[in-house]
């Protein structure tokens, strides 16, 4: 069965770096990768969708990438700020074309 | 626009009890469907609907029913609730299954 990982550890990073989350998957080879933003109490909300023949996604000072030769998609906030502390989600579609989330990351950002 | 709207935000459940949770979306998207969030275990989910009249099932859907009369509703109803359910519970609605999610507020559930 298809299987998404993300690091499971918590990341902190200063204030003004770049935030790097993984997100790893077996199994299978999605047509797409989505990556979500959840904050404490609140719904996740989506970011950027990656499409299997797209190396590179921007949106402002977010980049995503998706490598299907490694299986693995990177998600990169550049000048991180306090405000972008949150879990961060992936989620590809599987076969069907239903969406198969990964635990998420925790990244705080320090001031 | 309200986006999509789940009710309750918080319910206390006995073992046994049955009940419905609310989703409600105005954005007039065919695609809907359900999640369970648990801590480590990411958002599973548990039943979906591709347009009004029609549902299928999710990875884990079992205890659960789930209809679709109108585009804009899917309740989701717990038979006979079991600690094992525990859980915050999101409805999301999309375009289409491949678009993005747009999720609600969620419903934190306890069964006793």
């Known amino acids: 069965s298809q299987k998404i990982e993300q690091n499971s550890e918590a990341l902190n990073i200063q204030e003004g770096k770049t935030a790097t989350l993984t997100c790893n998957y077996t199994n299978y080879s999605p047509a797409y990768l989505q990556w979500y933003r959840q904050d404490p109490g609140r719904g996740p909300v989506f970011l950027l969708l990656i499409r299997e023949n797209e190396k590179e996604k921007r949106k402002e000072r977010l980049k995503v990438t998706f490598d299907t030769t490694l299986k693995q998609s990177l998600f990169h906030i550049t000048a991180s700020q306090p405000a972008d502390s949150a879990t961060y989600l992936c989620a590809l579609e599987r076969q069907g074309g239903k969406l198969i989330f990964g635990q998420g990351t925790e990244l705080s950002v320090k001031p | 626009n309200a986006g999509v709207t789940q009710t309750p935000k918080f319910q206390v459940l006995k073992t046994g009890q049955s009940m419905t949770l609310q989703c409600a979306q105005d954005m007039n998207h065919e695609y809907m469907s359900w999640y369970r969030q648990d801590p480590g275990m990411g958002l599973r989910l548990i039943h979906y609907?591709?347009?009004?009249?029609?549902?299928d099932q999710g990875e884990v859907p079992n205890g659960y029913n789930v209809s679709r009369s109108t585009t804009e509703d899917f309740p989701l109803r717990l038979l006979s609730a079991a600690p094992s359910q525990t859980s915050v519970y999101f409805c999301?609605?999309?375009?289409?299954?491949?678009?993005?999610?747009?999720f609600g507020p969620g419903t934190r559930l306890t069964v006793l």
């Open positions: 999301a609605s999309s375009y289409s299954m491949k678009s993005e999610q747009f």
């Open positions: 609907s591709v347009g009004a009249g029609i549902t």
